[in-house]
Protein backbone atom coordinates (compact mmCIF):
# COMPACT_ATOMS: atom_id res chain seq x y z
CA UNK A 1 0.00 0.00 0.00
CA UNK A 2 2.79 2.29 0.70
CA UNK A 3 4.65 1.70 -2.61
CA UNK A 4 1.06 2.92 -4.03
CA UNK A 5 1.21 6.04 -2.39
CA UNK A 6 5.03 6.68 -3.40
CA UNK A 7 4.34 5.67 -7.02
CA UNK A 8 1.19 7.75 -7.24
CA UNK A 9 2.58 10.70 -5.82
CA UNK A 10 5.44 10.45 -8.03
CA UNK A 11 3.18 9.89 -11.31
CA UNK A 12 1.66 13.65 -9.77
CA UNK A 13 4.92 15.10 -9.65
CA UNK A 14 5.74 14.07 -13.03
CA UNK A 15 2.58 15.02 -14.21
CA UNK A 16 2.66 18.56 -12.31
CA UNK A 17 6.52 19.18 -14.14
CA UNK A 18 5.15 18.11 -17.34
CA UNK A 19 2.26 20.93 -17.16
CA UNK A 20 4.68 23.53 -15.96
CA UNK A 21 7.50 22.62 -18.43
CA UNK A 22 4.56 23.04 -21.34
CA UNK A 23 3.41 26.24 -19.99
CA UNK A 24 7.24 27.63 -19.75
CA UNK A 25 7.73 26.63 -23.45
CA UNK A 26 4.68 28.28 -24.31
CA UNK A 27 5.91 31.40 -22.99
CA UNK A 28 9.07 31.35 -24.96
CA UNK A 29 6.92 30.80 -28.37
CA UNK A 30 8.01 31.26 -32.31
CA UNK A 31 5.26 33.68 -33.65
CA UNK A 32 7.10 37.08 -34.18
CA UNK A 33 7.05 39.88 -32.29
CA UNK A 34 3.91 41.72 -31.76
CA UNK A 35 4.17 45.13 -34.19
CA UNK A 36 1.73 47.18 -31.98
CA UNK A 37 1.18 47.29 -28.37
CA UNK A 38 -2.48 47.17 -27.23
CA UNK A 39 -2.70 50.70 -25.69
CA UNK A 40 -0.64 52.41 -28.11
CA UNK A 41 -0.85 52.30 -32.02
CA UNK A 42 1.03 53.92 -34.22
CA UNK A 43 -0.89 55.92 -36.67
CA UNK A 44 -2.28 59.57 -37.77
CA UNK A 45 -4.64 60.44 -35.57
CA UNK A 46 -8.51 61.10 -37.64
CA UNK A 47 -8.92 63.81 -39.75
CA UNK A 48 -5.39 63.47 -41.37
CA UNK A 49 -5.17 63.14 -45.35
CA UNK A 50 -1.93 60.81 -45.31
CA UNK A 51 0.24 59.81 -48.09
CA UNK A 52 2.25 56.65 -47.71
CA UNK A 53 5.81 56.68 -49.09
CA UNK A 54 8.39 54.14 -48.84
CA UNK A 55 11.98 54.86 -47.06
CA UNK A 56 12.98 58.44 -47.07
CA UNK A 57 15.61 61.07 -46.18
CA UNK A 58 13.85 63.50 -43.77
CA UNK A 59 14.40 66.71 -46.18
CA UNK A 60 12.67 64.71 -49.32
CA UNK A 61 9.83 63.50 -46.49
CA UNK A 62 9.47 67.40 -45.49
CA UNK A 63 9.31 68.19 -49.39
CA UNK A 64 6.61 65.61 -49.27
CA UNK A 65 4.84 67.54 -46.37
CA UNK A 66 5.17 70.46 -48.08
CA UNK A 67 3.83 69.81 -51.47
CA UNK A 68 0.86 67.88 -49.75
CA UNK A 69 -0.26 70.80 -47.53
CA UNK A 70 0.10 73.30 -50.73
CA UNK A 71 -2.15 70.92 -52.63
CA UNK A 72 -4.47 71.04 -49.53
CA UNK A 73 -4.20 74.10 -47.97
CA UNK A 74 -6.28 74.80 -44.86
CA UNK A 75 -6.40 71.01 -44.24
CA UNK A 76 -4.38 68.67 -41.72
CA UNK A 77 -2.23 66.01 -44.17
CA UNK A 78 0.66 63.92 -43.31
CA UNK A 79 3.04 62.00 -44.94
CA UNK A 80 3.84 58.24 -43.51
CA UNK A 81 7.54 57.03 -44.47
CA UNK A 82 10.42 54.52 -43.21
CA UNK A 83 13.50 55.94 -41.96
CA UNK A 84 15.65 52.69 -41.21
CA UNK A 85 13.63 50.40 -39.47
CA UNK A 86 11.41 53.18 -37.71
CA UNK A 87 7.35 54.31 -38.76
CA UNK A 88 7.25 57.77 -39.02
CA UNK A 89 4.23 59.83 -39.68
CA UNK A 90 4.90 64.08 -40.14
CA UNK A 91 1.10 65.65 -39.39
CA UNK A 92 0.46 69.42 -40.44
CA UNK A 93 -1.87 70.69 -39.03
CA UNK A 94 -2.45 74.33 -40.19
CA UNK A 95 -5.60 75.25 -38.28
CA UNK A 96 -3.18 74.30 -34.85
CA UNK A 97 -0.45 75.47 -36.69
CA UNK A 98 1.87 72.89 -35.84
CA UNK A 99 3.67 69.92 -37.26
CA UNK A 100 4.10 66.73 -35.09
CA UNK A 101 6.19 63.45 -36.03
CA UNK A 102 4.75 60.25 -34.24
CA UNK A 103 7.59 57.57 -33.94
CA UNK A 104 7.27 53.74 -34.28
CA UNK A 105 10.74 52.32 -33.11
CA UNK A 106 11.40 49.16 -34.35
CA UNK A 107 11.55 48.17 -30.78
CA UNK A 108 8.21 49.29 -30.56
CA UNK A 109 9.07 52.81 -28.59
CA UNK A 110 6.17 55.11 -29.58
CA UNK A 111 7.37 58.97 -29.25
CA UNK A 112 5.71 62.28 -30.34
CA UNK A 113 7.71 65.73 -30.73
CA UNK A 114 5.60 68.50 -31.58
CA UNK A 115 6.81 72.06 -33.25
CA UNK A 116 4.21 75.05 -32.32
CA UNK A 117 3.97 78.00 -34.23
CA UNK A 118 5.55 79.30 -38.32
CA UNK A 119 3.98 75.87 -39.39
CA UNK A 120 5.03 77.48 -43.23
CA UNK A 121 8.85 78.29 -42.23
CA UNK A 122 9.03 75.07 -40.63
CA UNK A 123 8.17 73.29 -43.67
CA UNK A 124 10.74 75.92 -45.80
CA UNK A 125 13.23 75.10 -43.59
CA UNK A 126 12.81 71.14 -43.41
CA UNK A 127 12.69 71.18 -47.29
CA UNK A 128 16.37 72.15 -46.94
CA UNK A 129 17.45 71.03 -43.81
CA UNK A 130 15.42 67.66 -43.14
CA UNK A 131 14.25 69.27 -39.27
CA UNK A 132 11.52 71.17 -37.93
CA UNK A 133 13.90 72.94 -35.53
CA UNK A 134 14.03 76.67 -36.81
CA UNK A 135 16.25 79.00 -35.25
CA UNK A 136 15.00 81.44 -33.40
CA UNK A 137 11.64 79.71 -33.11
CA UNK A 138 10.18 77.45 -29.74
CA UNK A 139 11.91 74.43 -29.90
CA UNK A 140 9.60 70.66 -30.09
CA UNK A 141 7.76 69.15 -27.21
CA UNK A 142 8.98 65.48 -27.05
CA UNK A 143 7.19 63.25 -25.04
CA UNK A 144 6.57 59.29 -24.92
CA UNK A 145 3.47 58.13 -25.35
CA UNK A 146 3.57 55.45 -23.37
CA UNK A 147 3.12 58.21 -20.29
Given at each position: ??A???L ?32 V ?53 PI ?27 L ?12 G ?10 H
Open positions: MKVKVLAVAAGLAALAVFGRFFLSQLGTAPPRQELAGVAAAPPGFEIESHGELEPAAAASALAALAAARPGRPVGVRFQRFSDTIYWLADADRIEERRAGAAGTRTATVWSGGIGARAWARRRGDFAVPMPPPERRNLY
